[in-house]
């Protein structure tokens, strides 16, 4: 069975950046393509990057497009998100997701593995 673990949240000024990073452990998930969703208080879970197996291919939510980066580093069973020019919108908490399935990206349902999350308060 395979673990993902978060790390990185915190409060963070407009403007800031912040850099989340996910650890994978019981098992390699350099296969599986991966991604970042967050959750505001009384909203739905939402998709914001995902990256495919090898790093070639990465996918944005409009919302964070330009502002976010998502990376990955397989010798390190590893994915980061470099947050830069937060807002306070972007206030959640943040889960990284292995995708195990063959929907879209942004659908929750192709996702087999999630972590426990880490909050993320960006403040006015």
């Known amino acids: 069975q395979g673990q993902l673990v978060e790390s990185g949240g915190g409060l963070v000024q407009a403007g800031g950046s912040l850099r989340l990073s996910c650890a994978a452990s019981?098992?390699?998930?350099?296969?599986?393509?991966r991604a970042w969703f967050r959750q505001a208080p009384g909203k739905e879970r939402e998709f914001v990057a995902g990256?495919?197996?090898?790093?070639?291919?990465?996918y944005y939510a409009d919302r964070v497009k330009g502002r976010f980066t998502i990376s990955r580093d397989n010798a390190k069973n590893s994915v980061y998100l470099q947050m830069n020019s937060l807002k306070p919108e972007d206030s959640a908490v943040y889960y990284c997701?292995?995708?195990?399935?063959?929907?879209?990206?942004?659908?929750?349902?192709?996702?087999?593995?999630w972590g426990q999350g880490t909050q993320v308060t960006v403040s006015s």
């Open positions: 997701a292995a995708k195990t399935g063959g929907s879209s990206w942004e659908s929750k349902l192709g996702y087999g593995y």
């Open positions: 019981g098992r390699t998930f350099s296969t599986n393509a």
């Open positions: 990256i495919n197996w090898s790093g070639t291919i990465t």
